[in-house]
């Protein structure tokens, strides 16, 4: 075997990954990834013609790090409607942002899901953190759903609109998830909406990897990380790597096996189907680039569906319509193919068996689970020159796994100068 030797050494080309090799291109650093290709769980694929990400993910251009770290307008950003349509007992329901969505207001206040209330309640408990989201992080953190019975918000906003919504946002639809994060989501879609770049969302990964001075080493999993005198020893299939420092850009359970002192961190999975169907099958669709959720009492298993190539056209080829509908993913809650397909078609209206699907993902290691409370900068140096990163060391986001990395090639940088 090889036996190479680098200043820095990163396990994994995920967003968390890349983003600390960013922050080190003036040391030899060396990223090693054992997929084929760069992104971790930021995935696209490509099936006849359509691009479906793994896994229903969007891009939130209001996140400070994507701004700081991503040339954002080069990502050719495609947006949705900065609002959900909901399914009711009644028909479609539209609540849109008032700001961005004027012309939607009518619609909004007719939609049966504005009460004022209610509204005021949740409205007071996300102002503060519009303009001070640090000093909320110093206050006490509970459960998110304990948090809106303490506000008297337990009706038809939350339950059948922002419990639905959020359940694809946290991977959760119990309100076990931290206050804190979800005030600090909230925050994130007031000020940004959510949007997918032109050529999938694994483009955000690539630019980041198109940037760095060395080539990611792809198809290279490591098998044992060791202590090599005052450096570390990393071991793949194909060679015997040393470095001052080595930095694991993993999730939890692919580091566990690497570092047995780290604490697991339990994860949270979704199932997200693709399918194709004739874009006139959806053209008299209304509003057709907004999200949809599933509003009812009696709800179906899918916690939302999009007609994708409505917001994202460079997702579908010409005459064609792109739709995805998720799932939450997790012990007792797999659903069946047909199941997920009679929801989708029911949520955009189509007639029975018209959704051809393309490909199905499980994605069993979706996000970290952050109950209360929330810890955003927790520990990331295991040992001298051994490090951590990755979105379970911050917030489960795009944001927590750039801010991760930014903040571990600060620490590498301190101890390799």
């Given at each position: 075997?090889?036996?190479?030797?680098?200043?820095?050494?990163?396990?994994?080309?995920?967003?968390?990954?890349?983003?600390?090799?960013?922050?080190?291109?003036?040391?030899?650093?060396?990223?090693?990834?054992?997929?084929?290709?760069?992104?971790?769980r930021?995935?696209?694929?490509?099936?006849?013609?359509?691009?479906?990400?793994?896994?229903?993910?969007?891009?939130?251009?209001?996140?400070?790090?994507l701004?700081?770290?991503?040339?954002?307008?080069?990502?050719?950003?495609?947006?949705?409607?900065?609002?959900?349509?909901?399914?009711?007992?009644?028909?479609?329901?539209?609540?849109?942002?008032?700001?961005?969505?004027?012309?939607?207001?009518?619609?909004?206040?007719?939609?049966?899901?504005?009460?004022?209330?209610?509204?005021?309640?949740?409205?007071?408990?996300?102002?503060?953190?519009?303009?001070?989201?640090?000093?909320?992080?110093?206050?006490?953190?509970?459960?998110?759903?304990e948090?809106?019975?303490?506000?008297?918000?337990?009706?038809?906003?939350?339950?059948?609109?922002?419990?639905?919504?959020?359940?694809?946002?946290?991977?959760?639809?119990?309100?076990?998830?931290?206050?804190?994060?979800?005030?600090?989501?909230?925050?994130?879609?007031?000020?940004?909406?959510?949007?997918?770049?032109?050529?999938?969302?694994?483009?955000?990964?690539?630019?980041?990897a198109?940037?760095?001075?060395?080539?990611?080493?792809?198809s290279?999993?490591?098998?044992?990380?060791?202590r090599?005198?005052?450096?570390?020893?990393v071991?793949?299939?194909?060679?015997?790597?040393?470095?001052?420092?080595?930095?694991?850009?993993?999730?939890?359970?692919?580091?566990?096996?690497?570092?047995?002192?780290?604490?697991?961190?339990?994860m949270?999975?979704?199932?997200?189907?693709?399918?194709?169907?004739a874009?006139?099958?959806?053209?008299?669709?209304?509003?057709?680039?907004?999200?949809?959720?599933?509003?009812?009492?009696?709800?179906?298993?899918?916690?939302?569906?999009?007609?994708?190539?409505?917001?994202?056209?460079?997702?579908?080829?010409?005459?064609?319509?792109?739709?995805?509908?998720?799932?939450?993913?997790?012990?007792?809650q797999?659903?069946?193919?047909?199941?997920?397909?009679?929801?989708?078609e029911?949520?955009?209206?189509?007639?029975?068996?018209?959704?051809?699907?393309?490909?199905?993902?499980?994605?069993?290691?979706?996000?970290?689970?952050?109950?209360?409370?929330?810890?955003?900068?927790?520990?990331?140096?295991?040992?001298?020159?051994?490090?951590?990163?990755?979105?379970?060391?911050?917030?489960?986001?795009?944001?927590?796994?750039?801010?991760?990395?930014?903040?571990?090639?600060?620490?590498?940088?301190?101890?390799?100068?």
């Amino acid at each position: 075997m090889a036996v190479m030797d680098c200043d820095v050494l990163v396990v994994g080309a995920g967003l968390a990954g890349l983003r600390a090799a960013a922050g080190l291109t003036d040391r030899h650093t060396e990223v090693l990834e054992a997929r084929p290709e760069v992104g971790g769980r930021v995935r696209t694929e490509v099936v006849d013609g359509f691009r479906c990400d793994v896994g229903f993910q969007l891009v939130n251009p209001s996140y400070p790090r994507l701004r700081a770290d991503v040339d954002l307008a080069a990502l050719g950003l495609q947006p949705f409607v900065a609002g959900v349509c909901a399914r009711t007992e009644d028909g479609d329901v539209t609540v849109a942002d008032p700001r961005r969505h004027p012309g939607l207001l009518p619609t909004t206040l007719r939609s049966g899901f504005v009460r004022p209330v209610e509204l005021a309640r949740i409205a007071r408990w996300v102002a503060p953190v519009l303009v001070a989201p640090q000093r909320m992080l110093t206050s006490p953190d509970r459960a998110w759903g304990e948090a809106l019975d303490r506000l008297g918000a337990t009706g038809t906003v939350r339950h059948r609109l922002l419990v639905r919504f959020l359940a694809g946002v946290l991977l959760e639809d119990d309100g076990s998830s931290s206050a804190h994060l979800v005030r600090l989501l909230l925050r994130s879609f007031a000020l940004g909406t959510p949007s997918l770049p032109r050529e999938g969302v694994q483009a955000l990964p690539r630019q980041l990897a198109d940037r760095l001075p060395r080539p990611v080493r792809c198809s290279e999993p490591v098998t044992a990380i060791t202590r090599a005198g005052s450096g570390w020893r990393v071991t793949t299939e194909a060679a015997t790597w040393t470095a001052r420092a080595v930095v694991v850009a993993t999730d939890t359970a692919d580091a566990g096996g690497l570092l047995p002192d780290l604490p697991p961190a339990p994860m949270k999975g979704v199932t997200t189907w693709w399918y194709a169907v004739a874009a006139e099958e959806v053209a008299e669709l209304a509003l057709p680039d907004a999200l949809r959720v599933d509003g009812r009492e009696r709800r179906g298993p899918l916690v939302n569906a999009a007609v994708v190539s409505a917001a994202a056209p460079s997702y579908a080829p010409p005459g064609r319509a792109l739709l995805q509908g998720s799932a939450l993913l997790g012990p007792g809650q797999r659903v069946t193919d047909e199941a997920a397909r009679r929801h989708l078609e029911e949520l955009l209206q189509l007639a029975p068996g018209r959704a051809e699907l393309l490909v199905r993902h499980d994605v069993d290691r979706g996000l970290p689970a952050q109950p209360p409370p929330l810890h955003v900068r927790q520990p990331q140096q295991l040992a001298p020159g051994l490090f951590v990163c990755g979105d379970h060391r911050d917030t489960g986001s795009q944001q927590g796994a750039l801010a991760s990395g930014a903040r571990v090639a600060e620490l590498v940088r301190a101890q390799t100068a």
